[in-house]
């Protein structure tokens, strides 16, 4: 028979020993995270999982919490996965190069977990989750390195396919023989790839999708300079500014705030993991030239002071 279906849970534990806990489970299925509960008192949070041969197989639930891979230990620890989410309750919003998705019922998520992102889920969610180790799609042709996030919809066609195979894998999971299972993970993994193959031609093709990508990579490895701006990206890429302008702003965002966004995500990890940094060390390193500008958009940005991250920090590596 296949694996049998564990569960975990953080009922019935202090709240610091919840988080820790959540941290363990999310370390044995896919990596090392860093785990805020928000302003809630305590974490509820419930997962049941499987493997499926190679491929592992997840039901998780959980209330308002922030989880993060941060720049830090993305430097420290290999993450060979690339995870696909289907969300069934609630909306989370996850952040990964400066770029904001919004997900919700009906939406699947494919990213590469071994790039630093943040997942904030301002109240109850759920989702079932396929965990694939990047060398399952390398060996299909699927380009998984440095993978761009891809939102897609399960509610119809290959997407809606996709999820309702994952579902029902995941419940006859434990009836499975190691052949059978090996045959199951085979097809579900091919049929995972339809709707992300679908995407991924989008990047082959001179327009709109292929000329975002190219300036994210650009900003990305320049996003310390802090004369970065239109006039640099745009003259690398070889379009003019309005074009990127227009890019960018049908994704709803201007390049600028893009470059903004990026940077302060790269500025809140290093304030939570470097806390022999000071503040106005990180926000100079990533191309503000001024603390209170920094502040005063971190503020808007987070919600919180970058003073309030900084001391959180401190007192959690005293």
């Keep these: 028979m296949s694996d049998t279906i564990r569960s975990l849970t953080t009922s019935g534990f202090t709240p610091k020993s919840q988080i820790q806990r959540w941290s363990d489970a999310l370390t044995d299925l896919c990596g090392r995270f860093d785990v805020d509960p928000l302003e809630g008192a305590s974490f509820e949070g419930r997962i049941n999982f499987t493997t499926v041969s190679r491929l592992k197989l997840c039901q998780i639930e ?53 790039t630093p992102h943040t997942i904030v889920s301002p109240a109850l969610t759920r989702h079932d989750v396929v965990i694939v180790p990047k060398e399952l799609l390398q060996e299909r042709g699927f380009r998984s390195e440095k993978m761009p996030a891809y939102k897609l919809s399960a509610r119809s066609g290959t997407g809606r396919i996709a999820h309702d195979v994952t579902h029902s894998a995941f419940d006859e999971a434990t009836r499975l023989s190691p052949n059978s299972a090996a045959s199951v993970a085979e097809s579900l993994i091919d049929l995972l790839l339809l709707p992300l ?22 900003i990305r490895e320049h996003l310390r300079d802090p004369d970065l701006c239109i ?22 965002m201007t390049v600028s705030d893009y470059i903004w966004r990026a940077r302060l995500q790269h500025c809140r990890q290093e304030l939570e993991t470097q806390g022999g940094k000071t503040i106005t060390d990180v ?17 808007k940005y987070f919600g919180v002071v970058p003073s309030s991250v900084h001391k959180t920090a401190a007192a959690r590596a005293d």
């Design 197 to 218: 193959r679908e995407a991924d031609r989008m990047l082959d093709r001179a327009g709109p999708e292929a000329v975002y990508i190219r300036a994210q990579a650009f």
């Design 62 to 114: 959980a209330s308002q919490h922030r989880i993060a891979h941060t720049y830090a230990r993305a430097q420290k620890v290999a993450h060979p996965y690339i995870k696909i989410l289907f969300q069934t309750y609630g909306t989370s919003y996850f952040e990964q190069d400066g770029r904001q998705i919004e997900i919700g019922p009906g939406d699947c998520l494919a990213y590469d977990v071994s």
């Design 283 to 299: 926000a100079f390193s990533w191309g503000f030239s001024s603390s209170s500008h920094f502040s005063r958009v971190f503020r």
């Design 231 to 252: 006039d640099q990206i745009s003259a690398a890429l070889g379009c003019t500014k309005r074009y990127l302008h227009m890019v960018f702003s049908d994704r709803g």
